[in-house]
């Protein structure tokens, strides 16, 4: 399966605490994306890092990329109770249509 | 902008029956359109991706008679679950995506459909 592995599957903090999430892939890729979804919602875009950026920010997330390990992070700084919702990352592999293909997700809860 | 809605954004029906889930880009043209669905507690599956015009391409296990996929204008594809059973009930998303069929390109969820077969 092209699918991605994300851990922890699950994850459970106090608000103000980091929360890291990682992502690994098996395929070269064009990009990866990192998702958020609430409770039976839809999808929020987060952010997109290239295959050849190393590191990226926007706000309160930092996401790195390492292409010779096939992985991904995400890290949420001064979490609030607001993140509390599921995290996907997304690859974009060459070929085809360009489709995303999804890791199984992490499921943060932040608690006040 | 890039604003992707879908209609219903839930439904319930009896088996046996079809049912046609819609998927609009409101301020975009959308070249491609994909459709993904998803069972509780767990990741999005990629059913299918359609371009404008042309028959849709399923991926492997999802069943291309029991799925129909139609995206007739750059501005709405939709998804016909046909002889719904239970075991069909889930969450179906769509996503769009303009422009160039570039890598980077950006996909547009939809808020997402869910389905419940009785």
């Known amino acids: 399966s092209q699918q991605g592995e994300e851990d922890p599957q699950a994850l459970s903090i106090q608000e103000g605490e980091n929360a890291t999430m990682n992502c690994s892939y098996k395929?070269?890729?064009?990009?990866l994306q990192w998702y958020r979804q609430n409770s039976g919602r839809g999808l929020v875009h987060l952010i997109l890092?290239?295959?050849?950026?190393r590191e990226k920010h926007s706000g309160r997330l930092r996401v790195t990329l390492d292409t010779s390990k096939k992985s991904s992070s995400l890290l949420i700084t001064a979490s609030r109770a607001a993140d509390t919702a599921s995290y996907f990352c997304?690859?974009?592999?060459?070929?085809?249509?360009?489709?995303?293909?999804f890791g199984a997700g992490t499921r943060l809860a932040v608690h006040p | 902008g890039a604003v992707v809605s879908q209609h219903p954004s839930w439904v319930i029906c009896k088996s046996g029956t079809s049912v046609k889930i819609e998927c609009r880009s409101l301020?975009?043209?959308?070249?491609?359109m994909f459709w993904y669905r998803q069972f509780p507690k767990q990741s999005l599956m990629l059913m299918a991706t359609?371009?404008?015009?042309?028959?849709?391409?399923?991926e492997q296990g999802v069943e291309k008679d029991k799925f129909l996929i139609n995206h007739a204008s750059l501005t709405l594809s939709t998804l016909t679950v046909t002889s719904a059973h239970p075991e069909d009930s889930s969450f179906y998303i769509c996503?769009?995506?303009?422009?160039?069929?570039?890598?980077?390109?950006?996909?547009?969820f939809g808020p997402g459909t869910r389905l419940t077969v009785l």
């Open positions: 359609s371009n404008e015009g042309s028959k849709a391409t399923y």
């Open positions: 996503s769009a995506r303009e422009g160039r069929e570039g890598p980077n390109n950006e996909q547009f």
């Open positions: 890092i290239r295959s050849n950026e």
């Open positions: 301020d975009f043209q959308a070249t491609t």
């Open positions: 997304a690859t974009v592999f060459s070929g085809g249509y360009n489709k995303l293909i």
């Open positions: 395929t070269s890729i064009n990009n």
